[in-house]
């Protein structure tokens, strides 16, 4: 599946985005993989509550399912102005 990164996610891990193999079942799994990868990921999901989420383009939390997702994409909370 394809993981996304934007905003300060995507300056603190240091790329736009991974392809990741996983068995993980949800959002919080993958999270917990990806925080094992390196400390520039630990560092990234450090504060779930900073964070928001998207399932193939749907906003969804960090209890969503995988099954079948080929997209999560993961960013701060966006602002207006």
Known sequence: MDVL??????????RPKDKV???AATVRDLVEELRAREARYEAAFADLDALRVAVDQEL????APLAGVREVAFFPPMTGG
């Open 60 to 63: 969804a939390d960090f209890d």
């Open 21 to 23: 193999e996983t068995g």
């Open 5 to 14: 990164y934007f905003a300060w996610v995507r300056e603190r891990i240091g």
